[in-house]
């Protein structure tokens, strides 16, 4: 993904999980790891005027005779500076170096695990292997150097070019992972038991025995993992500390948290579903040496966050593609093609209004130009969700673009009403989350699921009919309102005697007048009797006319006039 509208797509002749994917900066190129262990190198190609992501060729690491397979089981990938190397550190603890784009193995250069441990200090060493190499990092400043950090805690700093260990840094506590501070003289660590550490090193001896400053920042209890760390410089005062995990085990253990740190300021940023990987923008190095992270992106297993990192209180960057179309369950959807250009802003600036928390900034990932023409007309996606929502999507372009959410549950009286109350946080809380992201599978009522929706694109009505019979009809307005909301009773079996309806409770109205913001406005409530999901829906806004149907029979209603047609 680059610039919204630039899309490639390429697809592995193995069917295998992809586990690492990295970009070869400046080449085109990107590198990807399944999980049977194998590497593939992909290229962008150019034909006729277009590009495309083909891949070129594939790498085995050899296993070692003698030893098992997941010895040389790939953990971590370093991409060079230079780009023509990638460091392999595996599960055996050895660390291989491929060369690119031919991806031959250079063996003269491969470093196992027991050239290691012959250079640690006796007491350190005690018999056990260092574990599996958990992070590679390239000096910032000197490109033939890396650190090397092995689970069991012990990082080494390793010259490549005189094969020699320049410097061991003997951590005890298992590791996570490590990023170098930009100007190269120290590094922090992330560890398994939800803290990090800063180490330097010390010029008059070849080993640290610990590190500068050690914290757990969700302490004291104990902690999960700090699974990922990055520290990063800003010209404007403190540096930015971003790590996953880290999370008090036993009161928010279930929590998918990535924290935010600047001096004294710090955010945790709550997801609902699993963190999977996070990085930082970061322009391209600057003459001052500082980092200047502008965003900070989140891929979870849902969806994907971008946070401004440049704004105080860093808002969320809304997406422009990749937004999760099912944020709560779909239940159903409507498509409505040749928008009028009219409809089409007002929903736009409807939309905009919506989200003055949302950040300005222009989204980060912009790499490629798309080539596709203006769409000829407007289309618009519109998605009905179990949560009572009614989404509109741009569904003119490659990728979905979200507009507009509409929200019906305000109109009714629901469980979640006394709830909201109790979840504002106060000043206080420790830790200070702040939910992030729009998935949220959890509704508060099944009955507010939405099951037909019509819109008129010449009159901007809009007919929403929902999961307890409430057919709902809507206007477009640009501004602020209060207004009441009419209720009117369809009985489609005409109080049929011997019928006992043992279905689910229509939806309570809520009383007196209603705020609504700019958007679509509720004006009329049709409520269907019995209160059976709504089946069919039809609108003719000449005739001010809604039809609708259930398993029941059908209603025909007079808008305008406030009145029922007929009920069969």
């Known amino acids: 993904y680059?610039?919204?509208?630039?899309?490639?797509?390429g697809l592995h002749k193995e069917t295998a999980t992809v586990t690492q994917m990295h970009f070869l900066p400046g080449q085109g190129r990107l590198l990807t790891l399944l999980d049977e262990n194998t590497l593939h190198l992909w290229e962008l190609q150019q034909k006729d005027g277009c590009s495309y992501l083909e891949e070129t060729r594939s790498f085995l690491l050899p296993g070692r005779p003698g030893s098992s397979p997941s010895v040389t089981r790939v953990t971590v990938i370093l991409?060079?500076?230079?780009?023509d190397v990638v460091a392999l550190?595996?599960?055996?603890?050895?660390?291989?170096?491929?060369?690119?784009p031919s991806l031959k193995l250079l063996e003269e250069q491969t470093l196992l695990q027991d050239e290691i441990l012959q250079s640690l200090p006796d007491e350190y060493r005690c018999g056990k292997t260092l574990g599996p190499v958990e992070s590679l990092q390239q000096h910032p400043q000197q490109p033939n150097k890396m650190m090397i950090g092995y689970s069991r805690g012990l990082v080494t700093l390793w010259d490549r070019e005189s094969r020699k260990v320049e410097h061991h840094f003997l951590g005890n506590q298992q590791l996570e992972s490590l990023y170098w501070e930009s100007a190269g003289s120290s590094f922090i660590s992330s560890h398994s038991d939800g803290g990090y550490m800063v180490w330097a090193e010390s010029s008059n001896s070849s080993t640290t025995l610990s590190p500068v400053t050690s914290?757990?920042?969700?302490?004291?209890?104990?902690?999960k993992a700090i699974n990922k760390i990055q520290w990063q410089s800003s010209s404007?005062?403190?540096?930015?500390?971003?790590?996953?995990?880290?999370?008090?085990?036993?009161?928010?253990?279930?929590?998918?948290?990535?924290?935010?740190?600047?001096?004294?300021?710090?955010?945790?940023?709550d997801f609902t579903s699993r963190v999977i990987d996070f990085f930082t923008v970061c322009p391209i190095k600057s003459e001052d040496g500082y980092d200047n992270p502008t965003a900070l992106v989140v891929l979870v297993e849902e969806e994907l966050v971008v946070i401004d990192l440049q704004t105080p209180d860093w808002p969320t960057i809304p997406a422009p593609y990749l937004a999760p179309l099912h944020s709560s369950a779909i239940t159903c959807s409507y498509h409505i093609s040749n928008v009028t250009l009219k409809l089409w802003e007002r929903i736009i600036l409807a939309g905009e209004q919506q989200n003055p928390h949302f950040?300005?900034?222009?989204?980060?990932?912009?790499?490629?130009k798309s080539l596709a023409e203006e769409p000829a007309q407007r289309g618009l996606l519109l998605t009905g969700h179990e949560d009572g929502t009614v989404r509109f999507w741009d569904a003119s372009g490659v990728a979905l673009r979200p507009l507009y959410r509409l929200s019906t549950a305000g109109i009714f009286q629901?469980?979640?009403?006394?709830?909201?109350?109790?979840?504002?946080?106060?000043?206080?809380?420790?830790?200070p989350f702040r939910k992030v992201g729009c998935f949220d599978p959890y509704s508060d009522d099944p009955r507010l699921g939405i099951q037909k929706i019509a819109l008129c694109k010449y009159s901007s009505k809009l007919v929403v009919a929902g999961t307890a019979g409430q057919v709902l009809v809507m206007d477009l307005n640009d501004d602020k309102s209060d207004?009441?909301?009419?209720?009117?009773?369809?009985?489609?079996?005409?109080?049929?005697e011997g019928f006992t309806w043992k279905g689910h409770d229509r939806l309570t109205p809520r009383n007196g007048s209603l705020v609504f913001p700019p958007g679509f406005q509720t004006s009329l409530l049709i409520q269907c009797v019995p209160p059976a999901a709504v089946t069919a829906v039809s609108l003719h806004s000449e005739w001010n006319l809604v039809a609708f149907g259930t398993s029941h029979g059908f209603g025909l209603f007079d808008y305008h006039k406030r009145s029922p047609v007929l009920a069969r």
């Open 414 to 431: 629901t469980d979640c009403d006394h709830n909201e109350s109790l979840n504002q946080s106060g000043e206080e809380d420790w830790p």
């Open 79 to 83: 991409v060079t500076t230079s780009c």
């Open 359 to 368: 950040s300005s900034m222009s989204w980060p990932i912009d790499g490629g």
């Open 215 to 223: 914290t757990v920042p969700y302490g004291p209890f104990p902690c």
């Open 89 to 100: 550190g595996t599960e055996g603890g050895g660390v291989y170096f491929v060369q690119i």
């Open 2 to 9: 680059g610039a919204p509208g630039v899309e490639f797509t």
């Open 483 to 496: 207004q009441l909301v009419s209720v009117a009773t369809i009985d489609l079996l005409q109080d049929r």
């Open 236 to 269: 404007c005062g403190n540096h930015f500390i971003l790590f996953s995990g880290g999370m008090p085990r036993a009161s928010y253990g279930d929590r998918h948290c990535v924290t935010i740190m600047q001096g004294k300021n710090l955010v945790t940023l």
